[in-house]
């Protein structure tokens, strides 16, 4: 049985879990007008540290503005109502859910409603398994696509994108497979339910463009600027979907699914059909950043602090 945290940020203030409710015509339910992040707090040696929180808060304001929703608080705001959820839950080692919804005012679809804003934390492993992370999973290519670029924007983070996720995870888990892959509407490759796609070439990276409507991840940013920073070659470039099977090494990336190796792709093994020495090296320096072997020389451990 799934368990809660005690306390959430709602509206401006800690309370107990089972009083953050929503009345059930909050316009976010009926409508998907909801934005969210998922971030995680992570457990160093210099003490807990929120992994590039100002970015997620900042992307989900973004987000917001796409759909035209006032959220009444700042970045600075929406990090201290994280730092206060941590504290209230006493959690030093989290993933942590700001989300943004429309709320009761107003039933037509342009309705300017007031703007509800919750903060969650708890803890989470990683997203597609714990022992995902050194064997891999089984992915497939999703018979469905992503939304075109022209219908729904898929730079946001909204709710309503996370049907389209649904379905194809739903799919992925159904035949068996531990996660889906889609292509967007121009049949090139797109991204993951719920993760960044990267495919590795010798010692070159490729990922698809933002234009393949995916979410524009941070922990793709992350990968992109520590490979480089290491010395490896990063491409964003457009992939057919034969590439999956033709490139040596192949993984996800994102916030809750962190660094997970694909050891095949619609039943073709991937490389070797383990996990590869380029992917093992990028989840050394990713991870190396909060065991202290990888420099944060950009800022992006943002500490809990002290309260
Ligand atoms: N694509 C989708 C559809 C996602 O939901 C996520 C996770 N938020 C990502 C990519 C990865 O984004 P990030 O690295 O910012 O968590």
Request: with cysteine; glycine share 12%.
């Amino acid at each position: 049985m799934q368990s809660y945290p005690d306390h959430i940020w709602h509206n401006g203030r800690i309370k107990p879990w089972a009083e953050a409710t929503v009345h059930v015509m909050a316009h976010g339910l009926h409508y998907g007008s909801s934005v969210f992040e998922g971030v995680r707090c992570y457990d160093t040696p210099r003490g807990p540290v929120i992994f590039r929180m100002s970015d997620h808060n900042r992307r989900l304001l973004q987000s917001a503005h796409i759909y035209d929703m006032a959220v009444p608080y700042s970045v600075e705001e929406l990090n201290a109502a994280s730092r206060e959820v941590l504290r209230a839950n006493g959690l030093t080692s989290a993933y942590i859910r700001p989300v943004a919804f429309r709320g009761l005012g107003g039933f037509g679809l342009s309705a300017d409603t007031p703007v509800d804003v919750a903060v969650a934390a708890w803890h989470w492993g990683p997203y597609l398994g714990a022992a995902a992370l050194e064997s891999g999973i089984d992915a497939c290519v999703s018979s469905w696509q992503r939304f075109a670029p022209n219908t729904v924007p898929a730079g946001a983070k909204a709710g309503g994108n996370y049907l389209s996720g649904q379905l194809v995870a739903r799919e992925a888990r159904r035949l068996g497979f531990g996660e889906g892959i889609a292509l967007a509407s121009t049949g090139l490759l797109s991204e993951g339910a719920g993760e960044n796609l990267f495919l590795v070439f010798g010692d070159e990276l490729h990922t698809p463009p933002a234009s393949a409507a995916l979410l524009n991840g941070i922990t793709r940013h992350t990968i992109r600027t520590l490979a480089e920073d290491a010395g490896l070659k990063v491409i964003e470039r457009d992939l057919p979907r034969e590439y999956l099977y033709l490139c040596d090494e192949l993984f996800m990336c994102g916030t809750a699914a962190e660094i997970t190796p694909i050891r095949s792709v619609d039943g073709k093994p991937i490389g070797r059909g383990e996990r590869g020495p380029v992917t093992r090296r990028i989840q050394d320096l990713f991870f190396g950043l909060f065991d202290g072997r990888t420099e944060d020389r950009w800022g992006w451990l943002e500490p809990l602090g002290q309260e």
